[in-house]
């Protein structure tokens, strides 16, 4: 899961919302210094990356994935995982995409301040540039995949993946689908 997935995933209070988005930038085990519901939200985020690094269906992705990005089909696949979120939104929220992202957008600007400054200083370039919504076409997961090659070392393998979302799109979205509905069950049962 990407963005969008974790924020799916985040339920309705602000701050854990907050603590799922910025959790990629919090180092440690120690989150003392964080408020209880801001905890809630980074344990939820590593809650969910650990599930999705371990489960049967996204290792599968991530096979179909390995020859083309090596190291970094699972980056890839968090990206194609959002991409199915946002053309089968339907399926799995109330309301609309683009209600929720602007919701996304207004909440996380305004907690900004909790954020850690690595997080902080790229939230406008999401807003700005509606990354979350550009998730839904093959164009942005690509234009996702080019900056973040450009971002990682010998990133350059993420240049292009999108060709093979695009050629297996009903795999993943199959996947993605089985999968969000066994990582909310996951979380359902206090797994979060």
């Known amino acids: 899961m990407n963005f969008l997935g974790h ?16 959790a990629d930038a919090v180092k440690g085990r120690d989150l003392s210094a964080y408020e209880p519901r801001l905890r809630a939200g980074i344990t939820l ?3 969910i990356d650990h599930y999705t690094d371990n489960h049967p269906l996204t290792l599968q992705g991530r096979q179909r994935l390995r020859d083309h990005c090596g190291k970094y ?10 991409h199915c979120i946002a053309i089968t939104w339907r399926e799995h ?8 992202v602007q919701r996304m957008h207004a909440l996380l600007t305004n907690h900004a301040h909790l954020m850690p400054e690595r ?3 790229m939230l406008p370039y999401m807003v700005q540039g509606d990354w979350l919504l ?12 080019n900056g973040l090659a450009r971002r990682v070392p010998a990133g350059e393998a993420l240049i292009g993946a999108e060709a093979i979302l695009a050629e297996h799109l009903e795999a993943y979205i199959a996947e993605s689908s089985s999968f969000l509905r ?11």
Request: charged letters at 20%; zero cysteines.
């Open 73 to 82: 089909a699972g980056v890839a696949l968090d990206l194609f995982y959002d």
């Open 182 to 192: 066994a990582l909310r069950t996951h979380l359902e049962r206090g797994n979060g």
């Open 93 to 100: 929220m109330p309301g609309t995409l683009d209600d929720f």
């Open 134 to 145: 550009s998730y839904r076409d093959l164009s942005g997961i690509g234009r996702a995949l």
């Open 119 to 121: 997080t902080r200083s």
């Open 45 to 47: 985020h590593r809650t």
């Open 7 to 22: 924020l799916v995933l985040s339920g309705d209070d602000p701050l854990t919302i907050t603590g799922n988005f910025m």
